[in-house]
Every structure is written in structure tokens, then in C-alpha cells.
């Protein structure tokens, strides 16, 4: 099996997203990861969702994907053609020993401190799922305390736009 990337655009209406994630649920596909926000033009949303499946499964999931009465365009988006990112809040112990080290660190992967108490500090990472894996295994030595990681987003690389096709055909 291999990760697969799906970029839905969507209508935006009530319930499409229950429908999107049950019919992964339907076919056992355990979803790794999904991204849903408003897309550039207003009424549609855009769902990323990051599954593990071989293509074949990928194919037929793709067709039932597009029997949704509210999906208007999917798009399997692969990484060497499209850019890939997460965002990630990070809670790590710190004292005065250590915070100077673990601001190094997170300079070093262009982070940043968004919050300092006497005994944590809060890091904010963007970046491809390597570079956040990376930062985390670096700073996991001085004690996470708490992690909050939002669902892949991604976007096909060129001047093609999803919607843009999509609404028009639409």
C-alpha cells in the first residue's frame, strides 16, 4: 500500500464531509489525515484527505468519491508535482538550562516560539511531514508535553487551479 493524497472540491453543505468520511470507512480505509476549509470561491470547500491504499483501491474509491452528488472535482495529488505541508503547535518542557538550546533548534528549522511560561515553551512549525517529524524528534529529549498537528494540506504546483476548471464546469 502506498499514502495517497486526494484534493476534493466540494459544495459546501451540511454533511458532505460525514458522507466523504463514511464512504472511506465503508471500503476500510483508515484515514491518516484530513484538512477541510473554505475554498477561493465562496458556497465550496476543499477536503485533503491522506490515506494508505494501493491504486487499484484508490480507483474505485475515486469512483464512488464522484457519485457524491456535492463533489464537483477530485484530484490525487502526488508529491513531486504538488506542495505538501502541516502545521504544528508543539508544548515542550523548558527551564533556563535548556531554553537557549531548544531556540537554537527551532531557529534552525525556521519555527518559531509563539508562547513562554517559567517551564514550557510553545513552538510553531510549518513545513513537509519529514521537517516536522525531524523538529519533534529533536526536542522530544527535552520532555513534549502536549502536540497539536493539523490534518496535510496540499496544492498541485503550476498555474492549473482545481476550482477554477471545476466551478466552470460545474
Not at 491522506?50 to 484530484?75: G, H, S, Y
Not at 531548544?102 to 531557529?107: C, G, L, Q, R, W
Not at 522530544?140 to 482545481?162: C, D, N, T, V
Request: charged share 25%; hydrophobic share 45%; aromatic share 4%.
Amino acid at each position: 500500500m502506498s499514502r495517497s493524497v486526494l484534493s476534493l472540491l466540494v459544495e459546501d453543505k451540511p454533511g458532505i464531509l460525514t458522507r466523504v468520511a463514511g464512504l472511506f470507512a465503508r471500503r476500510g480505509f483508515n484515514i491518516e489525515s484530513l484538512a477541510v476549509g473554505p475554498a477561493d470561491i465562496p458556497g465550496f470547500s476543499r477536503i485533503t484527505v491522506v490515506a494508505d491504499q494501493d491504486a487499484v483501491l484508490l480507483e474505485q474509491l475515486t469512483k464512488q468519491l464522484n457519485k457524491l452528488i456535492n463533489v464537483i472535482k477530485i484530484v490525487e495529488l502526488k508529491p513531486e508535482s504538488s506542495v505538501q505541508r502541516e502545521h504544528v503547535l508543539v508544548k515542550v518542557r523548558s527551564d533556563k538550562q535548556t531554553r537557549s538550546h531548544i531556540i537554537e533548534t527551532v531557529n534552525l528549522f525556521r519555527a518559531s516560539v509563539v508562547d513562554v511560561t517559567a517551564d514550557a515553551l510553545i513552538i510553531e512549525i510549518t513545513g513537509d511531514s519529514a521537517k516536522v517529524q525531524a523538529l519533534l524528534q529533536l526536542l522530544e529529549p527535552y520532555g513534549i508535553k502536549e502536540l497539536a498537528q493539523s490534518g496535510l494540506i496540499a496544492m498541485g504546483r503550476g498555474a492549473k487551479s482545481i476550482t477554477e476548471r471545476a466551478v466552470k464546469e460545474f
